[in-house]
């Protein structure tokens, strides 16, 4: 099993421990492991698949404890949710992960990151110029990814075909 970044993991658990100590929720195991368990992926994922993992690694969790945590890992910035056009929302870590935007492959719905210090030189522009504090973006590319045999695609790539209309 891949370790988490300690420093990153903990700092997030600092973090995790006074959003709860500050909001009243109760410090409870599960949350730490799944904070955890969230701190040692480089992916993108799933309620499903954080909560399959979480089986596969005989933690006792259900998947209303993950959702939760989730809600809760959300609201104090240690997690990242994302709507990817998909009806599936999918999470990454956040604290200690430097800014990035997304590209899309709508063939085969693998996500791809990339960083441009430009997009946050025109993040600071446009927030300077009308005088406003921009506290984060989201920036999606959504396109193809031209790989013939891409293990990721779930069906043919589509072909530019012609409708024709009677009239």
Same mark, same amino acid.
């Given at each position: 099993?891949?370790?988490?970044?300690?420093?990153?993991?903990?700092?997030?658990?600092?973090?995790?421990?006074?959003?709860?100590?500050?909001?009243?929720?109760?410090?409870?195991?599960?949350?730490?492991?799944?904070?955890?368990?969230?701190?040692?992926?480089?992916?993108?994922?799933?309620?499903?698949?954080?909560?399959?993992?979480?089986?596969?690694?005989?933690?006792?969790?259900?998947?209303?404890?993950?959702?939760?945590?989730? *809600?809760? +890992?959300?609201?104090? &910035?240690?997690?990242?949710?994302?709507? #990817?056009?998909?009806?599936?929302? =999918?999470?990454?870590?956040?604290?200690?992960?430097?800014?990035? *935007?997304? +590209?899309?492959?709508? &063939?085969?719905?693998?996500?791809?990151? #990339?960083?441009?210090?430009?997009? =946050?030189?025109?993040?600071?522009?446009?927030?300077?110029?009308?005088?406003?504090?921009?506290?984060?973006?989201?920036?999606?590319?959504?396109?193809?990814?031209?790989?013939?045999?891409?293990?990721?695609?779930?069906?043919?790539?589509?072909?530019?075909?012609?409708?024709?209309?009677?009239?």
């Amino acid at each position: 099993m891949p370790q988490a970044s300690k420093p990153n993991f903990e700092a997030a658990k600092k973090i995790l421990t006074a959003y709860l100590e500050n909001k009243g929720l109760r410090k409870t195991p599960e949350r730490f492991a799944i904070l955890e368990e969230i701190y040692t992926r480089e992916d993108h994922f799933d309620v499903d698949e954080l909560y399959i993992s979480m089986k596969n690694k005989r933690y006792r969790v259900s998947r209303a404890t993950v959702y939760n945590t989730l *809600d809760v +890992l959300v609201d104090c &910035d240690l997690v990242t949710k994302h709507q #990817f056009g998909k009806n599936l929302a =999918q999470f990454e870590k956040s604290y200690g992960n430097k800014q990035h *935007d997304h +590209l899309i492959c709508t &063939d085969c719905h693998k996500v791809m990151e #990339f960083c441009d210090p430009r997009i =946050q030189s025109i993040q600071n522009m446009v927030g300077e110029m009308l005088n406003f504090s921009v506290m984060h973006h989201s920036l999606i590319f959504y396109g193809n990814c031209n790989k013939e045999n891409c293990q990721n695609r779930t069906e043919a790539p589509r072909e530019a075909t012609a409708v024709y209309e009677d009239r």
